[in-house]
């Protein structure tokens, strides 16, 4: 398994109890300082500023 596809940290036992899965952005980034991502038919980016913050756009 790549580092780009890590399950979550967490995995919920019983879906309508459970906290949703997090992701630490190591996981999310794999190295890179920007990722795109895709909900429904729109593209959002997420970067990592040089200042270690993260932004997200449409």
């Not at 190591?26 to 991502?37: A, P």
């Not at 997420?46 to 270690?52: E, G, K, Q, S, V």
């Amino acid at each position: 398994m790549t580092d780009s596809h890590r399950p979550p940290l967490e995995r919920p036992t019983d879906d309508a109890n459970c906290a949703p899965p997090r992701y630490t952005s190591e996981q999310l980034f794999g190295g890179m300082r920007h990722v795109v991502i895709v909900h429904g038919t729109r593209e959002y980016s997420l970067r990592l500023t040089a200042t270690n913050k993260l932004i997200l756009t449409a």
